[in-house]
């Protein structure tokens, strides 16, 4: 009974809060951390792209379908690799204003 006048209570209460940036000292380094982090992650996609490459290329010269396999789906582990850090910003921001659009 009284959780239910709580909730109703709150519910009628039409809470508005956005995200305030400048409330917490350090986020524009916390952000420049993570935009480092994104470049590191980008490069190292990067080196493991070039590396099943090359062993794609070495199971398919030395007539090793396995290896050559494994680089094949190396290739595509970096590809979605470098895709979800690129879309990270898209992927979070739109799922930000979805959750912000609901009432």
């Known amino acids: ?51 099943c490459a090359v062993m794609m290329a070495i199971g398919h010269h030395s007539g090793n379908p396995q290896f050559a396999s494994r680089g094949k789906s190396g290739l595509l582990w970096c590809l979605l690799a470098a895709l979800l850090i690129g879309g990270a910003n898209l992927l979070i921001n739109t799922f930000f204003h979805l959750g912000s659009s609901l009432s």
Do not use: R
């Open 1 to 51: 009974m009284i959780t239910q006048l709580v909730g109703s209570k709150i519910l009628e209460a039409d809470l508005s809060i956005p995200p305030n940036t400048t409330a917490i000292p350090g986020l524009t380094t916390l952000s420049t951390l993570m935009g480092s982090v994104m470049a590191f992650g980008l490069v190292l996609a990067f080196g493991g792209f070039v590396a």
